[in-house]
């Protein structure tokens, strides 16, 4: 069956009257396993089902692409929310009402203090700079990772030849704002930010990473954050688009392997 089939069937499913699909990632509890990868892009989706056996596709109603698969005999799903904290949460909440309990974010970052473009950075915690997870904990609540979890990314990580950093995240709402100047207004401000973050042991900067993690303790299940840097926000460098798809790659099978240890 073709993915245009399997996600017309799925979509025809979901809008049973009978069946009790979720809001907006128009998926059942029988279509999600009970680990979950979320990614932004949902070209990753596509990256990451590549890698299942198996994959069936599961609605994309505002680009909220979902597939489930399985990987080392193991049932993931994997959902793209797009950016910003809000709608990552949107996803998460959703996923967790319909039984996923193991979350694992696999994105892109910014790189700050020790960190290199081209790394993989694992998020001990964060630094909870961002708005909606404090709709679910106080912000007096930290925003840990799982340990359990987060010992198998350390793991997987040591066995890629991709340089890795393990620390603090911090993320924000204001891309623009807070995380990259393009204003010349705002250049300082931003600069004085990320100094004073890497002066604190931040090593990434993300819009998610907290209220995943904060979120997901809330709702009773786990949660981690492993991120490739693309971006010094200072400088504005990027990684060229040879070197991202390489560094993804290298990202979601060690994401990947790691959620299905644990």
């Known amino acids: 069956m073709s993915e245009a089939d399997r996600t017309g069937a799925a979509r025809d499913a979901v809008d049973d009257p009978g069946s009790a699909p979720s809001w907006y990632l128009r998926c059942r509890a029988e279509d ?106 106080p912000l007096n609540y930290p925003a840990v990772a799982d340990h359990d979890l987060n010992s198998a990314l350390r793991a997987r990580v040591a066995r890629s030849p991709r340089p890795a950093v393990t620390g603090l995240f911090a993320s924000f709402d204001g891309f623009y704002t807070e995380m990259v100047a393009i204003d010349p207004d705002r250049a300082a401000s931003v600069a004085a930010t990320l100094g004073e973050l890497a002066g604190n042991g931040v090593c990434a900067g993300d819009m998610e990473t907290s209220v995943v993690l904060v979120a997901a303790r809330v709702l009773g299940a786990r949660a981690g954050s492993l991120c490739l840097a693309t971006v010094d926000p200072l400088s504005h460098r990027r990684l060229d688009v040879a070197a991202r798809e390489a560094g993804e790659h290298d990202l979601l099978r060690a994401g990947l392997a790691a959620l299905t240890d644990v």
């Open 32 to 137: 999600v396993g009970d680990r979950a990868v979320l990614v932004g892009d949902r070209g990753r989706v596509a990256k990451a089902a590549e890698l299942l056996d198996e994959p069936a596709w599961f609605g994309k109603d505002r680009g909220l692409t979902t597939v489930t698969g399985r990987y080392r005999g193991k049932t993931v799903t994997v959902s793209a929310f797009g950016m910003g904290a809000p709608i990552a949460a949107v996803v998460l909440h959703e996923l967790a009402s319909l039984g996923v309990r193991t979350f694992l974010r696999l994105g892109t970052a910014l790189a700050i203090g020790p960190t290199r473009l081209g790394d993989l950075v694992i998020a001990d915690g964060a630094v909870r700079g961002e708005s909606t997870s404090a709709t679910y904990a």
